[in-house]
Every structure is written in C-alpha cells, then in structure tokens.
C-alpha cells in the first residue's frame, strides 16, 4: 500500500491536532475446541489456547505505533461466545470462565476480553440459561471481562423470554456493582442481528463461522470528521457529504495498514475493518459536535436523524472505497457517557431517550451507555430493549441497548466510570409501564421481507 507525501503529512496532521487513532486491534480466536466435559480442563485448554494466540498481541501493537506513529487506543480479545465452550462441562454458574478470561486479560495487560456470551434469537439452551443467569455475579467479580447476549434477529424474530430475563439480569449486576454506580451494567449488551466480526466492546464475540484466529481493527476519527465539516461550513449538504466521505476514506485506508501489518506479525488471519466513529469523553472527538457543526444547534434538535443518517452513510461510502474487508458495526457510535457533546446536549435538554432511540434507526448500533433511574422496573427495561431490537430486526441493521440502572441514583444525577467509560447524568424514563405484555414471553415472529429464500 503505497502514499505519497502529501497524504503522509495530512495523515500526522490528523493524529496530532484532531485526534486520529486505532481505537482498538481485536484478536478473535477459537475456542470451539476447548469444550470438554470437565470445566477444569476445558479452562485450562482456553487458557493455553489465547496465550499462543494472543502473547504478543499488546508488545505487537506497540511497536507498531512506535514505528508507524499511530495511535493504537486499545489491545482487546474476542473469543467463542463461551455458552458453547462452558455447556459441556455440566457446571451449573459459568462464573469461573468469566473469571479465568479476566486473569488472561490481566496477565497479557489487554483492556478487555469480550465473548462471555450466548445467541438465543429463536430460543435457550440450558448452557445459554446458565450464562445469562451468571452475568450479574461475573460482572461483579471481574474487571475486563465483556457480555453480550443476542436476542433477535431479522430471519428469526425476537426471543421476547430472553428480552423479560435480560430486564431481570440488568438490573441484578446493577445490585451486584451498586458500590461502583452499577459499572456492571457498562459491560453488558443486548443485541439484535449481532455481528461475528464486531472488535468493539462490550459486543465483541469470535462468531462460529470465523477462523481460527482473526485480526479485526476498529478505526476511529469523530475529530477529523469534524474538521472536515468545518471545512464545508455553509455549502450545500451534498458538499459536506462529499468531503465527509473523501476524509473517511482516507481514515479508513490507515487502519487497513494496522490491521494488516498486526496480522502479519501476529501470524494469523486478517479479519475486519470496522469504520465506526466511536467517540471517547474527550474535548474535539464527539460525534455530536460533528452533528452542531452540520448545523444543529444541539444534538436531539429537530434535523438530527437526518444528519446523523447523512454521516453514517458518507462514512460508509467512503471507507468501502478504501478496503474490501469491511465489517463488524461500521457506521456511527452515539453513546451518552463516551461523548462530551452528547453528555452536554443531556445536561441543557436537547436530547431524550425517546430522541436517542429514533436516531438508532440510522446509526450503527443503539441505545448506548445510556444511565437510568435505579428504581426503574426490570419490565420496563425490558421494554426498552424490545423496541430497540424491533427496530434492528425490521431495519434489517445491528441495533444494541447497554443500560445502566444507577442504583442510588435518580435523574439529573451523575454516574461516573472513568476512562473511556467516562459519566452521565441519569436520564428520565417514562413512567408508563409495560409489565403486562413483557410477562407475555414467547416470540415476536420475524418480519415478512426476513423470508427471503
């Protein structure tokens, strides 16, 4: 991959004055032939395979910043969603392999390791019961570790008896993390039409039908986006269109080099570019300050699907140019807590749930880090998660909720997490509930375009 000098210096332009950067190299392995009936050999298989695998992963993404100069925010690890490693073994608390992935990360110094996680979009098996009933407490007694549980799908519905026990299960890692303002929670997604290849947390998850080992890069640039957009102040949208996109292809042709060179070192296969923009708490990387700059006088304001849809789109077309292995979310990130601009348009009101929850019809993913009251009902939770995966499956998109219920702690008030978790203020929910047609259960059955073959 060859650049010319004018596009080497406009690249170091944008790593040191708009906060360009690799927000995360993901390393995707297979755990599918760990499974044993003993747990205690099975864990101990799993921890043999990621250390060949991943040893080096931490020490390879160093050098390749020092040698490169680029940013590379993240070192993390996905693996089989470990309801189909951990079933085998008979045990009944899933626990310890949360815990075991949890002294991985640490020994290796990754930020996170993403796949304590079941698919149950058409229904459970007891191996998916037991994982969602030990996320609350698997939360609680580790640091790194990420869960994520599918509940629909565009071909198959929604699993509306998983969407009533994730309501359930959210708010009991809240009590089990009520000392660290529910921080549980932030590691916990529930997803519709979940990605195999997705190397952002807390979704993250190696799918069945991916390789033995994968590279997968998330690339992100919301402050170059938004210099591009200042740049176009005034002229048409198309023309700001336009040079979003040209500014995204550039972003995007930086990180396939990462990601490439990550798995050429590290010997293994590479996977993914995920092109979303995904915001950090820091000044001059939002995602709702690139909306304010489109001409939005703050993120929520009448206008701001619309934009929001524009930017998704733009970023896409561009970075499809740029490489032929996009995948995972690629899009837009609008999380609350992550966004300096989104956690200011909470505070002066431009924004609500209910806002927050049309704009996930365009973006990449959903209702994220997102603080609620503490008292809220697990139905109604379960009620918000519904809607947002029924407009995943109806879309045909990725649409995800990661809710924190703030124990203690009711609207206006802050939840803080630090680092790239960052705070909020609690958000109002409506106080109509929604009780009765959640302890309904069964399956929201799939549209009629899912049936397709």
């Known amino acids: 991959m060859l650049f010319s000098p004018n596009e080497?210096?406009?690249?170091?332009?944008?790593?040191?004055?708009?906060?360009?950067?690799?927000?995360?190299?993901?390393?995707?392995?297979?755990?599918?032939?760990?499974?044993?009936?003993?747990?205690?050999?099975?864990r101990r298989r799993m921890y043999d395979k990621i250390m060949h695998y991943a040893g080096k992963l931490v020490t390879t993404g160093q050098d390749i910043e020092k040698e490169f100069g680029v940013p590379i925010i993240n070192k993390r690890i996905s693996v089989t969603p470990i309801s189909l490693v951990a079933e085998a073994s008979g045990e009944q608390d899933f626990t310890?392999?949360?815990?075991?992935?949890?002294?991985?990360?640490?020994?290796?110094?990754?930020?996170?390791?993403?796949?304590?996680?079941?698919?149950?979009?058409?229904?459970m098996t007891p191996g998916d019961q037991i994982l969602m009933q030990s996320i609350p407490h698997a939360m609680a007694v580790t640091d790194r570790v990420c869960a994520s549980v599918n509940v629909g799908t565009t071909k198959s519905g929604i699993n509306m008896d998983a969407v009533k026990m994730m309501g359930d299960i959210l708010k009991k890692t809240a009590e089990a993390t009520k000392d660290r303002d529910s921080l549980g929670c932030a590691k916990v997604v529930v997803f519709c039409n979940a990605p195999e290849d997705n190397p952002f947390m807390a979704g993250a998850f190696?799918?069945?039908?991916?390789?033995?080992?994968?590279?997968?890069?998330?690339?992100?640039?919301?402050?170059?986006?938004?210099?591009?957009?200042?740049?176009?102040?005034?002229?048409?949208?198309?023309?700001?269109?336009?040079?979003?996109?040209?500014?995204?292809?550039?972003?995007?042709?930086?990180?396939?080099?990462?990601?490439?060179?990550?798995?050429?070192?590290?010997?293994?296969?590479?996977?993914?570019?995920?092109?979303?923009?995904?915001?950090?708490?820091?000044?001059?990387?939002?995602?709702?300050?690139?909306?304010?700059?489109?001409?939005?006088?703050?993120?929520?304001?009448?206008g701001t699907t619309a934009a929001l849809a524009m930017l998704t789109d733009m970023?896409?077309?561009?970075?499809?140019?740029?490489?032929?292995?996009?995948?995972?979310?690629?899009?837009?990130?609008?999380?609350?807590?992550?966004?300096?601009?989104?956690?200011?348009?909470?505070?002066?009101?431009?924004?609500?749930?209910?806002?927050?929850?049309?704009?996930?019809?365009?973006?990449?993913?959903?209702l994220d880090m997102i603080a609620i009251p503490g008292d809220t009902p697990a139905t109604t939770i379960s009620g918000i998660i519904a809607d947002e995966m029924a407009i995943g499956m109806v879309n045909n998109k990725t649409t995800a909720v990661r809710l924190i219920p703030a124990l203690g702690k009711k609207a206006g008030e802050w939840v803080e997490f630090g680092g790239l978790l960052g705070g909020m203020p609690v958000m109002s929910v409506s106080r109509f509930g929604c009780a009765d047609f959640i302890n309904r259960g069964g399956r929201i059955p799939a549209p009629i375009h899912s049936f397709r073959n």
């Not at 310890?96 to 058409?122: C, P, R, Y």
């Not at 749930?353 to 996930?360: D, I, V």
Request: glycine share 14%.
């Open 8 to 42: 080497i210096q406009e690249t170091v332009n944008m790593f040191m004055r708009q906060k360009l950067d690799v927000r995360a190299i993901t390393m995707g392995i297979s755990l599918r032939d760990c499974a044993c009936a003993d747990g205690k050999e099975s």
């Open 96 to 123: 310890e392999w949360a815990v075991t992935l949890d002294s991985i990360a640490k020994e290796l110094n990754v930020d996170f390791v993403g796949g304590f996680s079941a698919l149950v979009q058409k229904g």
């Open 206 to 302: 190696h799918g069945v039908g991916e390789a033995e080992a994968v590279i997968n890069v998330g690339v992100s640039g919301p402050g170059v986006i938004l210099a591009a957009a200042r740049e176009y102040k005034g002229q048409p949208i198309d023309v700001l269109a336009d040079g979003i996109k040209k500014m995204a292809f550039k972003i995007t042709r930086m990180g396939q080099l990462v990601g490439m060179e990550a798995a050429a070192r590290l010997g293994v296969q590479f996977g993914i570019l995920d092109l979303s923009l995904a915001p950090t708490p820091a000044v001059g990387d939002s995602v709702a300050r690139i909306l304010e700059e489109c001409g939005i006088e703050g993120a929520g304001a009448p």
């Open 315 to 366: 970023v896409k077309k561009g970075g499809v140019m740029a490489s032929t292995s996009v995948g995972g979310l690629s899009g837009a990130f609008i999380p609350v807590s992550e966004d300096e601009g989104m956690i200011n348009a909470v505070k002066q009101g431009s924004i609500n749930l209910e806002k927050l929850e049309a704009m996930t019809c365009v973006c990449s993913v959903g």
